[in-house]
Structures are given as C-alpha cells and as structure tokens.
C-alpha cells in the first residue's frame, strides 16, 4: 500500500511495521514527529509510546526494554544524543536483546539547532552500525532493516535522518502493522548486563571482533550501490546520493556514482570503485565521514585518483547541500559550464519585510523579560537557554545559549568567576525539568549568589507542544501527577521561590525585584500557558486598539517587539495578530491603547 508520508511518518510506519513495543524519544526539530504520530495509536497497537524527561532517561528507557526481548526505539535530535552518549557508548559493549535503533535527527545548517554534529561520527565511535538514508520510502526500509541488523549482531543500530528527509513528503510502500513479542522476559546475565570492569574488557574485545563482519553484511545492502560510466566518479551518501544522481541525469555525463547508504562503510566496496578512476568527487553533508575514509582507501588501492570534496573545498564545509551546489560541484569536475542561481532584484528585495525570528504574538515570555529588565537593568547578566524563549535575544535579555539546562550552571560559573553585576538565568519549564534540576542543585549546594527565571508556559512550545511531567499528561493523554515547579525548587534548597503572572506586568516587575535583592539563589517561576495553547482551547479576549489622538509616536510599544504593533510614522497601530493580552497597555506611558468595546 502506498501513502503520501512525511519522512518522520514513514519511519513511525516502519516501527510500527517492525512490531516494535516500546518507543520513547524527547522532542527536538527535526525528530519531533515521530513520537507524536505514534502516541495517540499507542492503545490500539499496544505499544508503550512516552516522552521521557530528557534524552539519557528516553535511551535507558528502550534499552530497559530491549533487555526484556522486546524490540525498542529512541529518537532525538542530533545533540539529544550528546545528553544520552553515556548510555549509549556503553550499550555497544552491553548489547541488545531485542532489536533497538537509536533515531538521531541531524540539522543541517542549523535551521533550528545550536550546531551542526554529525551523528555518525557517535556510531563509529561508538562502532555500531548506522544508517542514513535518502528520502522517506528509504527511512522506512531502512527502519525495518535496523530491527533485524541489531538483532543479527547484538547491537543498537543508528538511523540518521537529516531535516530534508524528516521533514520532505513523498509517496511511500507501507505494510501492515507487526504485533509486538508476546511473553518478554528479563534474563538475569551479570557478565554482559553488568558494566564492571572484569566484564567490560572481554565485551570490548567482542564488540571489535563483530566489526569485519558488520561491514560485510552492510556492504551487501541495497543502499551501498555503484553505477558505473566512466574514469571520473562521484561518492555520494544520504540525501546528496539524490541530489548527485540527478544532476549526473541532468547534465547526461558519462560519470560514474557510487551511493553510500550504511556505516561502517565497506573498504572493499569503495576501493573497487576506485580502481581506474582519475577523479573522484565526494558528496556528503555535514562533516566529511565518508571524504576521509574514501581518501584512507584511495592510498591503498588507487594512489593517483584525485579525491576532492569539502576537505579540498570544492563543496562548502557548513550547511545543508542543495541540487544545484552539487551540481556545480560535479560541472566544475568535469569541466561544464556552471549555472549560478537565480537571484532577486534589489527592487524586490527593497520591499520583502524582515522576518526574524520573533516570540508569537501575546507570548507571555515577552513581557516576562521586559519585567526582568525593569527589575535588574540593562547591565545586569542573563544567561540563557534553549527554548522558544531564546528568540528574545532582541530584548537585551539574552546574553548566552549554550545547551539545555546551561543557563543556570553558566550564571553560576559567572559569578564563581567574579563578575559582580546582578545575574538572572533564564529557561523554560520543558527545559529545567530536562536538565535543570541539577544545575540549580549545584548552584543551591555551592552558594551561587543570582536568580534563576523559570518561564512557565505549560507545554514544550518550541518543538510542537508535546507533554511534559509538568502538565499532567503524557504523550498518550493519559493523567499523571502534575509537578509543581515551586516546590521541586525549594526542595532543592532554593531559598527565595515566587510565582508571577507576566500579564500583571507591575507585579511581576516587583517580584523581580524582591528575587534581585534576596541575598542568595531566588526563583521566579513567570507562570502563564502558551499563547497557542490559549487560543486552541478558546480563550478569547477583547481586542485592543490604539487611540491615535493620546498617541505620542514615542514607540516604546513597538520597541517592545509584538508582531501584533506596528508604527505608520506618526503613531503605533494594533494589527490583527493582536491576542489581547494588555501587556502593551501597561507599558503605554500615555495609556492610548485601549480595549475595543
């Protein structure tokens, strides 16, 4: 049967497919889907489907799983696995029991990422077979390989999939559903489940034993494929195979293209391509994986092929590729002409407005950090984090974003290393529950003098409102105990805790105020659901407009950077976008915007 899937959908279809029983991830763009289509059918195929708290926990929850004989799988974006490398990097000595992929979603050009790593540089550290395929019917095939390959050899088996394979749609071959193994059971085997050294060291050498053996099965697969035309190559994997394959069609050269499709790539395989070959271009995105290992094979079985690719710079070394780069790349190798992009007229470009990344309309995080400018002053230190709220960058509230749950540990590191001016660390609710709670344990435990702003919109916003233990719900909308923030803050030794409604913009300026001034580590948690979430469940309020005969033009609304106020030259105007929340009323020094009656 075929259907017309999203790429995160299609690799959904193929757990389900798979007979997969347990599924646990953490959101992060560009995985995010593939937990939130098999959560609402999780009852109906019963499988166990769950947002865990952060990345580590949702690994350590499939290995759990795979442990029992159960097939599992985790997804996360490509830096969620640098929060789950301890599990996983050890797992490869441990083994599975039941087949377990391990989803890493890579970014790149960091459409919503503070970086652009390569997963598979984790699988061959970790040397585990990985996967990376081209479009969404490969994601789906490539799922379904993953299950019997990490049975096959006893280990997680990586999927890659980049944002262009994620998120494109196309036609893909589907199958029905496979249930999940009936009677799992934990076998008790400390000398492969237990991680003591006396264990480790005979798994490790286990674990290279396996590696000849692996490359060999993947070097069989469909997805490592050559077609050969001519002395002149292209080496190409993931979705760049696709790009290079039709540029190759386009242009009707006589080049020969050899597609990489699965990790470890197979030395026997790359060097018979390269015998009698005079040029080879590699085309990969993201770091030079496959450059690297094509240039260690050229010295062995071909010394005099020219290798050229990102290392020789004939192909960026940041960002994402695109049809037309690599074939100007591949035109350049073969001496054709080149084509340069279309581009836009500086009359049309004179009149497209900016878009930059801007917090929604009525978003309480905006007035939340207009409050805690007010309170600590446009001097003091706000480090930052990881969430719909670093979009306030333009606020001057924004002065860090390193990774999640940094903001409180970077504050704490700043004032150990002596800085005096007043410091407020930023993150959202989703977040501190990631990887907040020690870093304000440490900064608790060690005396760090600053506050901490926890801004609680009730949901994880940024990645496409998934559930958190904070709301109440799982991912399957099932009820479970909601946690308060407040109190989790004071029970780890935070000893100023208030809550605030950043729509009372004066008295959330006041709490501030009073966290500022207290003498150790104070919290404020600047309660209000999202915006989105308010609208979708029928809040409405009164629209606002501004009266232009009290309006001075002194912009101070628009310099608050609503989307919903906009400035004709003379005076402030409130659009459609508007949600009504007041907040800018308040800040008005003329009161001239006002509720419409």
Not at 17 to 46: F, M, Q, R
Not at 192 to 198: D, E, G, K, S, Y
Not at 270 to 281: A, I, P, S
Not at 445 to 467: C, E, K
């Amino acid at each position: 049967m075929r259907e017309y899937l999203l790429g995160n959908v299609a690799i959904a279809k193929g757990i389900l497919e798979a007979g997969a029983g347990v599924v646990s991830g953490y959101p992060g763009t560009p995985s995010s889907e593939i937990v939130d289509y098999l959560a609402p059918l999780a009852k109906e195929h019963g499988i166990h489907v769950e947002w865990s708290v952060n990345e580590k926990v949702a690994m350590e929850v499939a290995i759990g799983a795979s442990w029992t004989g159960t097939r599992s799988a985790v997804t996360m974006k490509h830096v969620g696995l640098n929060v789950a490398a301890d599990p996983f990097m050890t797992l490869a000595y441990l083994g599975v029991g039941g087949g377990m992929v391990v989803i890493s979603a890579d970014d790149p050009y960091c459409h919503s990422s503070q970086n652009e790593q390569d997963s598979r540089r984790y699988a061959a550290f970790a040397r585990v077979p990985c996967l990376d395929p081209a479009d969404p019917q490969e994601a789906r095939e490539m799922i379904l390989r993953a299950f019997s390959l990490s049975e096959e050899f006893g280990l997680p088996v990586m999927v890659r999939p980049t944002t262009r394979v994620s998120h494109a749609r196309a036609d893909v071959e589907v199958g029905p559903p496979k249930e999940r193994l009936a009677g799992p059971k934990f076998e008790k085997n400390p000398a492969r489940r237990v991680a003591l050294p006396v264990h480790a060291r005979p798994l490790h050498a286990e674990l290279l034993e396996k590696q000849a053996e692996i490359e060999e099965a993947l070097a069989r697969e469909a997805w490592n494929r050559a077609e050969m035309r001519g002395e002149v190559g292209v080496i190409a994997s993931g979705i760049a195979g696709l790009y290079a394959a039709e540029a190759i069609a386009g242009m009707e050269a006589d080049v020969s293209l050899l597609r990489i499709g699965a990790y470890p790539i197979s030395r026997k395989t790359v060097g018979d391509f390269l015998e009698g070959m005079e040029r080879v271009l590699v085309v990969e995105e993201m770091d030079p994986v496959v450059e690297e290992f094509v240039e260690m094979v050229a010295k062995e079985r071909n010394p005099e092929v020219e290798i050229l690719g990102k290392r020789s710079g004939h192909l960026p070394g940041v960002g994402e590729l695109d049809p037309l780069t690599v074939r100007e790349a591949i035109a350049g190798m073969i001496d054709l002409p080149r084509r340069s992009a279309p581009k836009l007229s500086p009359e049309v470009l004179s009149i497209l407005p900016p878009r930059p990344p801007s917090l929604c309309p009525g978003c309480s995080h905006r007035a939340a950090y207009y409050a805690m400018r007010k309170a600590f002053g446009r001097d003091a230190i706000f480090p930052n984090d990881i969430g719909c709220y670093t979009m306030g960058v333009g606020m001057g509230t924004v002065d860090t974003c390193l990774c999640m749950g940094a903001s409180i540990t970077v504050g704490a590191g700043i004032r150990f290393g002596g800085e005096e001016r007043p410091i407020c660390a930023v993150l959202g609710d989703s977040t501190f529950l990631h990887s907040g709670l020690t870093g304000l344990l440490n900064s608790t435990y060690n005396g760090a003098r600053m506050t901490v702003a926890i801004l609680d919109n009730s949901i994880t916003a940024m990645t496409g409102h998934q559930p958190h233990p904070g709301t109440g719900c799982t991912a399957c909308g099932e009820s479970s105990p909601p946690l308060s923030l407040e109190e989790i803050c004071r029970s780890l030794g935070a000893g100023f805790v208030e809550v605030a409604d950043p729509y009372d913009l004066e008295s959330t300026v006041e709490t501030f105020e009073r966290a500022r001034d207290h003498p150790g580590l104070s919290v404020v948690v600047a309660r209000r659901p999202c915006v989105i979430s308010e609208i979708r469940a029928g809040v409405r309020r009164p629209r606002l407009a501004v009266d232009s005969e009290k309006c001075g033009g002194c912009k101070l609304c628009v310099k608050f950077g609503c989307p919903a106020i906009e400035f004709d030259g003379k005076v402030a105007k409130i659009n459609a976008l508007c949600s009504g929340c007041g907040v800018c009323a308040a800040i008005c020094p003329e009161k001239a915007i006002e509720v419409v009656r």
